[in-house]
């Protein structure tokens, strides 16, 4: 059973950091890619960030220069490092593995951007 646990969001402050963690139960060289994810309450679910297997990583314009996705495969772990955080990057972050046809997610994190 593949397992995503996201971890890291918390409330900060307009233009502070967090960086978001996501640890698979196996290696995530599993997974095809691997991607980040955000969802507002009444909205679908928004494109932030992947990385494929082979490392290569792809950003969503909306976010680019200011959120950047890695991984570390020792820990089985994806990474999102953000910064700049803005109070309409509120949201509900989370890690995505797709796998064939599959795709696998994890419960989320919120992150709350706030003064």
């Known amino acids: 059973q593949v397992q995503l646990v996201e971890s890291g969001g918390g409330l900060v402050q307009p233009g502070g950091s967090l960086r978001l963690s996501c640890v698979a139960s196996?290696?995530?060289?599993?997974?095809?890619?691997m991607g980040w994810y955000r969802q507002t309450p009444g909205k679908r679910r928004e494109f932030l960030a992947r990385?494929?297997?082979?490392?290569?990583?792809l950003h969503d314009a909306s976010v680019k220069g200011r959120f950047t996705i890695s991984r570390d495969s020792a820990k089985n772990t994806l990474y999102l490092q953000m910064i700049n955080l803005k109070p309409e990057d509120t949201a509900i972050y989370y890690c995505?593995?797709?796998?064939?046809?599959?795709?696998?997610w994890g419960q989320g994190t919120q992150v709350t951007v706030s003064s």
């Open positions: 995505n593995g797709a796998q064939g046809s599959s795709d696998y």
């Open positions: 196996g290696s995530i060289f599993a997974f095809d890619a």
């Open positions: 990385i494929s297997k082979s490392g290569r990583a």
